[in-house]
Nanobody, 130 residues
Framework: QVQLVESGGRLVQAGDSLRLSCAASGRTFSVSAMGWFRQAPGKEREFVAAINWSGLSTDYTDSVKGRFTISRANAKDTVYLQMNSLKPEDTAVYYC???????????????????????WGQGTQVTVSS
């Protein structure tokens, strides 16, 4: 099992920056990809960003490209989501997720598919006021 704990969410104003953290523990050797997803009230969960365990490969949804940066601190088994130029439409509960990635899912692996992530955190609320 892998345990994920997110932190860093809070109320900010439009244009502000915020950094979310996700601390992983347990069988992290089984993880090859980490992702951030978000869910706004009344909307479906959506992909935000993903990173492979080496930190060499990242992916972002179009709406956050150039504003958000996902990174990993290897020594701490922690993944970060740096969010700049926040907009009210970024308001959501942000979830961290972990997956064994291609080693388990092979050619079907897609870092943007939430159903391919085996482990999820409890979520952290980000609210951006206008």
């Amino acid at each position: 099992q892998v345990q994920l704990v997110e932190s860093g969410g809070r109320l900010v104003q439009a244009g502000d920056s915020l950094r979310l953290s996700c601390a992983a523990s347990g069988r992290t050797f089984s993880v090859s990809a980490m992702g951030w997803f978000r869910q706004a009230p009344g909307k479906e969960r959506e992909f935000v960003a993903a990173i492979n365990w080496s930190g060499l490969s990242t992916d972002y949804t179009d709406s956050v490209k150039g504003r958000f940066t996902i990174s990993r601190a290897n020594a701490k088994d922690t993944v970060y989501l740096q969010m700049n130029s926040l907009k009210p439409e970024d308001t959501a509960v942000y979830y961290c997720a972990a997956s064994p990635g291609p080693s388990s899912y092979g050619s079907t692996w897609n870092s943007r598919e939430g159903r391919l992530y085996d482990y999820w955190g409890q979520g952290t609320q980000v609210t951006v006021s206008s």
